[in-house]
């Protein structure tokens, strides 16, 4: 089951930047007024060999993923059809995900990324939706990016098969295959053009194709912890080139193609087929300054014929208290969130949707340990979907909400209420560990009843969930993980990590759920 894309994509990105840059290409000599040489200016050839070729960077990631689950989902769970399967089942895949991102030239460039896994073996006897999370029935081969960009100061505008990491809408990736997203993206930072204008900006005589946002989106080659927490480009510890102080953000996205065992590029989302996909517009903001860091982020979306989002998030970090101590001193945090979901134009949702959820996050950290608390709350609103759950077509429990774990979250329960608290321990630079746990209690819960899409009428409605309604119904979860890096026993296997999370979920009558991921895999 191959699913290479179409061999036009990589022509029309070449043909498009080599047109391009050629309509552009200066053909011009000076005179040397003291030696009467005259120095004639680099062709387009030497332009495209210095700036494009010798400009381009592969990242990527090859290993071996094997992933476990026991009582699939908590199955078993009341009201759900008698089966014979125990909901046991297992993956064990090795794969790759290369990426090029090409130099510049007349502000043009041009960025592709493939990948490829194959299964050692599967279990999907069951053929349950959720049971080959890896490539279990097949080889998974798919250029996942492909695009082409041009970069200004402060601006760049991206089209093609791309990765977002958004609030709502991003790659989620915890196997080699990320949701990709076809369509056309836009990134602009004011202060940075402001910058440019200014005389005193240091880099306004500058190269103009080295001006600008190179790559906005994380490259597949970067570290990830492969575990649920906050992984949007949001962090205080972030350089200032990854999260510049002011940031304008657009997209329109026609397809998508879902993470996992995806089938390609299609036009619908986690619960219908055939939508026109969704636009958003947002913006983040950073200001680290003597009194302490703040942070802030704004995000629209207009998901076709599924519902309006609107996300927002502040939050603020003190200075570092006892920076001279040994340990390196302690930093308290707090952030705060609020997710908003209505009604859009032609909605498929047949209650219609009206949900809010709010959070707050308390913490701290030092250069070793972190430290945090949290919660979540979403009201009822009585009529509407579930009586006030929202839906997330382009996401799945990837950290955004403060209380998202390994396999639950309000997003998926309904409205309701979560707290929990998370430790973190970093002894040295090559060895991560964490430990979580999370409450939940759902006004109207279904088990782990929320994988569900669509019937052949094309709508969602309340009685779409299989699971019998329990109402107060308690959850927990509790996760584990840690990350290696082996370049901590010998220098020369810097890159190589070894990664193992384990989610543990329990709900009132059912089963408990494991869910074991374990990684070996190098970075470069």
């Excluded at 070449?14 to 053909?27: E, N």
């Excluded at 049971?131 to 798919?142: F, H, S, T, Y």
């Excluded at 103009?208 to 597949?220: K, Y």
Aim: charged share 20%; glycine share 12%; with cysteine.
């Amino acid at each position: 089951m191959k699913r290479f894309p179409k061999k036009g994509t990589a022509l029309f990105i070449a043909a498009a930047a080599t047109s391009a840059a050629t309509l552009v290409a200066p053909a011009w000599a000076q005179s040397d007024a003291d030696t009467g040489m005259v120095e004639t200016a680099p062709t387009f050839r030497d332009k495209f060999m210095s700036q494009v070729v010798n400009g381009s960077e592969v990242h990527g990631r090859v290993g071996i993923y094997d992933f476990r689950r026991w009582h699939d989902t908590n199955q078993p769970y009341p009201g759900q059809p008698e089966t014979d399967d125990d909901f046991n089942t297992q993956g064990t895949n090795y794969g790759a995900q290369i990426g090029l991102q090409t130099g510049r030239i007349y502000g043009f460039s041009a960025g592709a990324e493939f990948v490829y896994e194959d299964s050692f073996y599967g279990n999907n006897d069951a053929g349950t939706k959720l049971n080959c999370n890896l490539a279990c029935d097949g080889p998974v081969e798919n250029l996942t990016q492909g695009y082409l960009q041009f970069n200004g100061y402060g601006l760049q505008l991206r089209g093609g098969r791309q990765l977002l990491n958004t609030p709502l809408a991003g790659a989620d990736q915890f196997t080699f295959l990320p949701r990709s997203f076809n369509g056309v993206s836009a990134v602009f930072r004011p202060l940075r053009m402001m910058g440019r204008m200014s005389a005193s900006d240091p880099s306004a005589s500058a190269d103009s194709d080295r001006s600008g946002p190179q790559i906005t989106q994380a490259r597949v080659g970067d570290a990830q912890s492969y575990e649920t927490d906050q992984y949007l480009p949001f962090d205080m510890t972030a350089s200032m080139s990854e999260m510049p102080e002011w940031q304008l953000f657009a997209a329109k996205i026609d397809r998508y193609e879902g993470r996992g065992n995806a089938d390609g590029f299609v036009r619908n989302n986690r619960y219908f087929n055939d939508v026109a996909g969704f636009w958003s517009v947002g913006t983040t903001f950073r200001d680290v300054a003597p009194s302490g860091q703040y942070i802030a982020q704004y995000y629209h979306y207009t998901f076709q014929q599924t519902q309006n989002s609107e996300y927002g998030e502040v939050g603020y970090m003190a200075p570092t208290f006892d920076a001279d101590a040994d340990y390196g001193g302690w930093a308290p945090y707090a952030r705060a969130q609020w997710v908003h979901s209505y009604d859009v134009d032609d909605s498929r949702v047949e209650e219609g949707i009206d949900s809010d959820v709010f959070g707050l996050k308390l913490g701290v950290n030092t250069q070793e340990l972190g430290f945090s608390v949290f919660g979540n709350f979403s009201p009822i609103h009585s009529g509407s979907f579930n009586d006030g759950q929202f839906l997330h077509p382009y996401t799945d429990l990837s950290g955004v909400l403060y209380t998202d774990t390994m396999n639950n979250g309000i997003q998926e329960i309904g409205p309701g209420w979560a707290a929990g608290a998370r430790f973190d321990f970093t002894p040295t630079d090559n060895l991560s560990m964490y430990a979580r746990y999370v409450k939940y209690q759902a006004k109207h819960g279904h088990y782990h009843d929320f994988y569900f899409n669509a019937g052949a009428d094309g709508v969602i409605s309340d009685a779409d969930f299989t699971g019998e309604e329990v109402d107060d119904q308690n959850s927990d979860a509790i996760g584990i993980g840690l990350t290696y890096d082996l370049g901590g026993l010998w220098s020369q296997l810097a890159g190589l990590k070894i990664n193992d999370n384990l989610g543990i979920t329990r709900f009132d009558g059912a089963p408990n759920f494991y869910n074991n991921r374990v990684r070996f895999y190098y970075s470069f």
